[in-house]
């Protein structure tokens, strides 16, 4: 089974909308991170929190983490067009040090 | 800024054969990997190197070998493709291993017919 997995495997919103993204892991961990990856392209990083961070933010996006029902979320607000691609979270597990990614949420935002 | 280049972007091969997926960075960064990723589905870990020599094997190791020849260069071999395999192998960099953010390359993405 996975240590990390996203909550929906397809999204999908109008231009201006808002939207939430929700991961859940199986592990204590010492950092989670949300990555985009658009179409072609290699993911990128969007936000890092760390365990004993609640919240984080990163202009539109805004990241939670709650590690008593270990789960985090990130939300999009006045989403565009540019926003449309897949979401993964990404957990640091305290006992491997290594990355896990989740298989993803498909976010498509229409005009 | 840096830039993760992969060679090739596409690589088409035959059953059986072995192949080699290169990948520079110019970050300076300590930490390399390759992940594969099939379709619809996340990353998964192949192998990483913590430094210039180090190999380190992950989840999805067996049926690649790696080389970290140069700091600024880590190659991902297959050692005997498989028939009908599809999937796009990705290589990122970090400063450090833990807790650091990942900057990935565009991928390679490899068919075997």
């Known amino acids: 089974s996975q240590l990390a997995e996203e909550n929906s495997w397809a999204l999908s919103v109008h231009e201006g909308e808002s939207v939430t993204v929700n991961c859940s892991y199986k592990?204590?961990?010492?950092?989670l991170q949300w990555y985009r990856q658009k179409s072609g392209k290699g993911p990128a990083q969007l936000i890092l929190i760390r365990s004993n961070e609640r919240e984080k933010r990163n202009g539109r996006l805004r990241a939670t983490l709650d590690t008593s029902s270990q789960s985090s979320s990130l939300s999009i607000t006045a989403t565009r067009c540019e926003d449309t691609a897949v979401y993964f979270c990404?957990?640091?597990?305290?006992?491997?040090?290594?990355?896990?990614f989740g298989d993803g949420t498909v976010l498509t935002v229409k005009p | 800024g840096g830039i993760i280049t992969q060679t090739p972007k596409f690589l088409i091969g035959q059953e059986g054969q072995k192949l080699t997926l290169k990948c520079q960075q110019n970050?300076?960064?300590?930490?390399m990997y390759w992940y594969r990723q099939d379709s619809g589905k996340g990353l998964r870990l192949i192998y990483y190197s913590i430094t210039e020599n180090d190999l380190q094997k992950g989840d999805l190791s067996e049926g690649y070998d790696a080389s970290r020849e140069k700091k600024s260069s880590f190659s991902l071999t297959v050692t005997s493709a498989q028939k009908n395999e599809m999937a796009v192998f990705l290589c990122?960099?970090?400063?450090?291993?833990?807790?650091?953010?990942?900057?990935f390359g565009p991928g390679t993405r490899l068919l075997v017919l």
């Open positions: 592990t204590s961990i010492t950092a």
């Open positions: 990404a957990t640091d597990s305290t006992n491997t040090g290594k990355l896990t």
């Open positions: 990122a960099s970090s400063i450090a291993q833990d807790e650091d953010t990942q900057y």
């Open positions: 970050f300076n960064h300590d930490t």
